[in-house]
């Protein structure tokens, strides 16, 4: 048995569709919204670390150092690749960084001003390919990267995937005939 000294970081996760990779942050403010609703009334706050275990020799990477004013949101796993998204509160970015297969380089791949989303409510990266959302609690969900798409959501839906130009909603409740046929699409798909 190896003992992988992760500094505190007490929870891995395994990614998705990828079975040597796992990562874990911790969470010393929260996610990544309450670190901005802390880091905008003033309160201070820690930023957190994100690191990355391979599987299975429990190599540990931490490709990017936090630093005073930023946050890690979650990462994610997409056409082979890592990528990370890292919020400055300070400069008022949004950055989304590509992983080496190594782990010896990161690539800046995304620059956005944070003005570009109301919050940093649920915003993360999804998708095949790479996206980066937003799903607040004004039941509107998002696209803001690498093109602007917005539309209402109804209670209980979430985002699924994206396949071509068509966005594929779970829920328990259907608002309209267009999310109602995409859903009996991807019922059937996956049947």
């Given at each position: ?8 970081i ?40 994100l690191?990355?275990?391979?599987y299975?020799?429990?190599n ?8 005073e ?14 990528y ?108």
């Amino acid at each position: 048995m190896k003992i992988i000294e992760t500094n505190g970081i007490t929870y891995l996760e395994k990614f998705d569709l990828c079975s040597e990779w796992y990562w874990g942050t911790n969470y010393t403010s929260g996610d990544l919204y309450e670190a901005e609703e802390m880091f905008l009334s003033g309160k201070e706050f820690s930023p957190n670390r994100l690191i990355f275990v391979h599987y299975p020799d429990g190599n540990i990477f931490e490709p990017i150092k936090s630093e005073e004013g930023q946050y890690f949101g979650m990462p994610a796993y997409i056409e082979g690749s890592i990528y990370i998204l890292r919020v400055s509160f300070v400069e008022k970015a949004i950055r989304i960084y590509k992983c080496s297969d190594d782990m010896c380089e990161t690539v800046l791949t995304v620059e956005l001003l944070l003005d570009a989303v109301k919050d940093c409510y649920n915003l993360k990266l999804d998708g095949n390919p790479l996206m980066l959302t937003r799903q607040g609690g004004d039941y509107l969900f998002q696209v803001i990267w690498p093109e602007k798409v917005e539309f209402a959501i109804g209670t209980g839906e979430s985002f699924l995937e994206k396949k071509i130009n068509c966005f594929f909603l779970n829920g328990m409740k259907i608002q309209n005939t267009e999310k109602k046929l995409m859903l009996e699409n991807i019922q059937l798909e996956k049947s």
